[in-house]
């Protein structure tokens, strides 16, 4: 699988910086266990650029999955066998043939060009890789399953960056987590997680109000 620099749009540069010079424990303070444990998958971070500028693929999980149900996210999912080498280029294959599976992307249109550290989601057990691409010929995309996928959209960076956009989740158990109120809907979780450091070490967050806070019920 080629991961490759070449020919990215010049507003994609600071995102490149951070994914190259980002370290895990940068990322999340959940990384994967030191014995191997967890379930190798992969996530599809994927930036377009659309009638408002640069926007990231984002889709709805269905609200009958056993895991994360309802939740927005990245497209992708567990390695299966024919992936190959989850310490290789499995995770690549893994990203993309899941969005392919989930939206009915067109992986041919897709260039990828960064894979950043190994993070791991406690909660169902899964460590996942997030592959970075540019979708350098866009593709139709939309519901393929509606067992695994509620639906399908993009979410214009700009709206990303907007501090009135952005809030912290508050879970019963304590844990507080960014968030983003975009699209009508509520971007949460591993995420949003990914999406606030992105923001931040490619230098576009803008100041925002942490004490802005969305309550989350013990079922997310």
Known sequence: MLV????????????????????PLQLSRFLPPA??????SAVLVLFGEGARGPELLLMERASSLRSHAGQPSFPGGALDPEDGD??????LRAALREAEEETGLD?????????????????SGFVVTPVLGWWREPTPVGVVDPAETARVFTVPVADLTDPAHRATTVHPSGHRGPAFLVESALVWG?????IDRLLHF?????????????PLDWRA
């Open 4 to 23: 490759t620099k070449d020919g990215l749009p010049a507003w994609l540069a600071p995102v490149v910086h951070a994914v190259e010079t980002v370290e």
């Open 35 to 40: 014995d191997g444990a967890g379930r190798q």
């Open 86 to 91: 989850p310490k290789a280029d499995g995770p």
């Open 107 to 123: 992986p041919g249109g897709v260039q990828l060009f960064g894979v950043l550290p190994k993070l791991y989601i406690p909660v």
């Open 190 to 194: 591993f995420t949003a997680g990914i």
């Open 202 to 214: 490619a230098g576009w967050e803008l100041p925002w109000d942490r004490e802005k806070q969305v």
